[in-house]
């Protein structure tokens, strides 16, 4: 069984940013994926899409109408939440690179939790070999989404239900991220590549 590492925290305070600077060496070997926010010329949020953590690392990028992958999207009636997705590109974004030696899950806890097939793929491969690093959603986070995605009461306890799945899990460690222990976190995130590094069989 792998190892893994997760943050979590308020919307806009770094967590990602701060992933994507220690994990920028290892790019061309990670897999699994990250949530790329969709905004226009006024920055206002359009929507998010899932990216193949293969790809270049945007953390925000331009909305344009037919982009692939999108699973939140503004329309005329408000957001729309396509969990559709989840269940057919989703779980093969994260099939797809059996050969990665890190996997980065950026973010889990959202809308996702409404698929269960989705959420099997994604507890699979916390539990694999491979080491695992990304971001958990907040429980503030889901509640503000909540305003703008229609989404059921019961998505609620499926956070609490993921969150106590992971604390039971003795292969890892969910981080409370903020500002002012940024430094911190940057060194518990490069301790955690050191030590996944120096496994014994990997040489990355």
């Given at each position: 069984?792998?190892?893994?590492?997760?943050?979590?925290?308020?919307?806009?305070e770094?967590?990602t940013?701060l992933?994507?600077?220690?994990?920028?060496?290892?790019?061309?070997?990670?897999?699994g994926?990250?949530?790329q926010r969709?905004?226009?010329?006024?920055?206002?949020?359009m929507?998010?899409?899932?990216v193949?953590?293969?790809?270049?690392?945007?953390?925000?990028?331009?909305?344009?109408?037919?982009?692939?992958?999108?699973?939140?999207?503004?329309?005329?009636?408000?957001?729309?939440?396509?969990?559709?997705?989840?269940k057919?590109?989703?779980?093969?974004?994260?099939?797809?690179?059996?050969?990665?030696?890190?996997?980065?899950?950026?973010?889990?806890?959202g809308i996702?939790?409404?698929?269960?097939e989705?959420?099997?793929?994604?507890l699979?491969?916390?539990?694999?070999?491979?080491?695992?690093?990304g971001?958990?959603?907040?429980?503030?986070?889901?509640?503000?989404?909540?305003?703008?995605?229609?989404?059921?009461?019961?998505?609620?306890?499926?956070?609490?239900?993921?969150?106590?799945?992971?604390?039971?899990?003795?292969?890892?460690?969910?981080?409370?991220?903020?500002?002012?222990?940024?430094?911190?976190?940057?060194?518990?995130?490069?301790?955690?590549?050191?030590e996944?590094?120096?496994?014994?069989?990997n040489?990355?």
């Open positions: 069984m792998g190892e893994f590492l997760f943050l979590k925290g308020d919307s806009g770094g967590k940013t992933l994507f600077e220690c994990l920028k060496p290892w790019h061309r070997m990670t897999g994926f990250y949530s969709l905004i226009n010329e006024d920055r206002i949020t929507g998010f899409r899932m193949p953590a293969g790809e270049e690392w945007i953390p925000a990028a331009s909305y344009k109408k037919g982009m692939t992958n999108v699973f939140i999207e503004q329309t005329e009636n408000g957001f729309h939440k396509n969990l559709e997705f989840f057919t590109d989703g779980i093969e974004i994260l099939r797809s690179s059996p050969e990665n030696r890190l996997l980065l899950l950026d973010e889990i806890g996702e939790l409404l698929v269960p989705f959420m099997e793929t994604v699979g491969c916390i539990d694999s070999k491979v080491p695992c690093i971001v958990l959603k907040s429980r503030k986070n889901l509640e503000s989404m909540r305003t703008r995605v229609p989404a059921q009461q019961e998505l609620d306890k499926l956070h609490s239900d993921l969150e106590e799945t992971l604390k039971k899990r003795s292969n890892g460690r969910i981080l409370t991220f903020d500002r002012e222990r940024k430094e911190h976190i940057r060194t518990e995130i490069r301790e955690f590549l050191r996944c590094t120096e496994k014994e069989g040489t990355w």
